[in-house]
């Protein structure tokens, strides 16, 4: 239960967050009488309720068509454990909430707001709140977005997402919302921004197969990249040469690349299916590869030469590299053994924090891709011939869910990652703040 405050947050302590948030309420105070409490209409713009906290309180409005929310800050601090590294609990709802996908940045690039999915009225839509305490802001309503979708604009002005066959850019301060491409009848996955801001990369699902999409921020032009005929995961822009997208194949081979244009199609590596590379990206402004060998190594593969080698031994999963390409982040499963970050070039290694999540996921036990019979013997076949992906598939127990794994992120200073957990029962959003090395 929620309480429903009337009176305006303290001038002193109030963040900015909510101070915006009370004065678009009143304003439109007079115009709205329905309040969306926990995922409920009711028909009185004011509803109190008994509160288990003091500090929990909710409101929503009607704006333009669209739910506006803002929530309690949600924020608990603690210490982990084991390594006594600070950890901030940013969400504390009985429904899943996670960042945005490990290979995106959750925080604005001045670090003082995080983006998170939620789905606490029902279905997957994006919130903001400040760091660390500060109020959640409601940002997207109506149809469900893509949960793993979102990219931050290079200015932090605006947030891209994917909704069905569409690609949609935020204005964050408004809520506006502008449709920056469509392919109807198609299923996106995550967005992949070009360094110079310019371009989005998506993977498409349609009647015609899989393939790469592109799309310009500002609206001027959206179409497919290249036609694939196996399913196509994660595209992304190389942070150095921005006119190549390196995306995956699944099952393998893997790692492909091809030109904005559509040109220079090709595979980075020949492997079978029981080679089980997963999860590549690019090493920051090294512009190389650097991927996983599931659930043995860590390893890069030089973008010019193909030469491959290997970073370190052990059970990586999840991966993601500073900007310059120094150390590598990551969780670890089979067994767990907590968020590690990863010098790139001695391989040496520190334990950051255990999220403890569930992990799930059965073909994670095996080092080899997940073919037909798997997908069957899960119960799986019928949600993934309709899938771009297992993160489309509400009930994936194969590869995931995917809410269940802590997919870590670093922050923009690089001094705290965020991640999900499901510890507690419920995905919520953490950030733990990096021990300084003495």
């Known amino acids: 239960m929620f309480q429903i405050l009337q009176r305006k947050p303290n001038s002193r302590d109030a963040t900015a967050a909510q101070k915006r948030d009370w004065t678009q309420i009143n304003a439109d105070k007079g115009r709205f009488n329905q309040v969306l409490i926990c995922g409920n209409l009711r028909s009185s713009a004011s509803h109190f309720f008994s509160a288990f906290s003091a500090s929990l309180w909710l409101i929503s409005v009607f704006l333009a068509g669209a739910a506006v929310t803002a929530m309690a800050a949600e924020h608990k601090t603690f210490r982990d454990p084991k390594t006594g590294a600070v950890i901030h609990q940013l969400t504390d709802h009985p429904s899943i909430n996670h960042p945005t996908y490990f290979l995106n940045s959750s925080f604005t690039p001045d670090g003082k707001v995080v983006i998170l999915t939620s789905y606490r009225s029902g279905s997957p839509q994006l919130y903001e709140k400040e760091y660390p305490d500060g109020t959640i802001r409601q940002l997207t309503s109506g149809d469900a977005i893509q949960a793993f979708s979102a990219v931050m604009g290079r200015d932090g002005k605006e947030v891209f997402f994917v909704r069905k066959g569409g690609i949609y850019a935020l204005e964050r301060a408004t809520r506006r919302e502008r449709r920056l491409a469509e392919f109807p009848g ?195 076949q019928q949600e993934k011939s309709k899938a771009l992906s297992w993160m489309e598939m509400a009930t994936d127990r194969v590869y995931g869910p995917q809410w269940t794994h802590p997919h870590p992120s670093f922050s923009p200073d690089e001094r705290k990652i965020i991640y999900a957990s499901d510890v507690s029962g419920h995905t919520q959003v953490y950030v733990a703040e990096i021990p300084v090395q003495k």
């Open 186 to 380: 198609g299923q996106l996955g995550e967005c992949s921004l070009s360094p110079d801001g310019r371009w989005l990369t998506a993977a498409l699902k349609d009647a015609q197969g899989s393939g790469v999409v592109l799309a310009a921020t500002n609206g001027s032009d959206w179409r497919v990249v290249t036609r694939f005929p196996r399913t196509i995961i994660h595209p992304q822009f190389h942070p150095l040469e921005p006119e190549w997208i390196e995306f995956s194949g699944d099952p393998a081979p893997r790692m492909h690349r091809v030109r904005r244009d559509g040109s220079g199609l090709e595979c980075l590596y020949q492997h079978s299916n029981d080679e089980f590379i997963v999860h590549e990206t690019f090493l920051g402004s090294t512009g190389d590869l650097v991927f996983v060998v599931w659930p043995f190594a860590l390893k890069r593969m030089d973008w010019k030469t193909r030469r491959i080698s290997t970073i370190a031994e052990f059970n990586a999963w999840h991966i993601t590299p500073n900007r310059d390409g120094a150390m590598v982040l990551c969780d670890t499963n089979h067994p767990d053994i907590g968020i590690q970050l990863i010098d790139a070039r001695t391989g040496r290694r520190r334990t950051i924090c255990y999220p403890q999540s569930s992990n799930g996921g059965t073909q994670w036990k095996t080092s080899r891709y997940a073919v037909a019979e798997d997908w069957a013997a899960a119960a799986q």
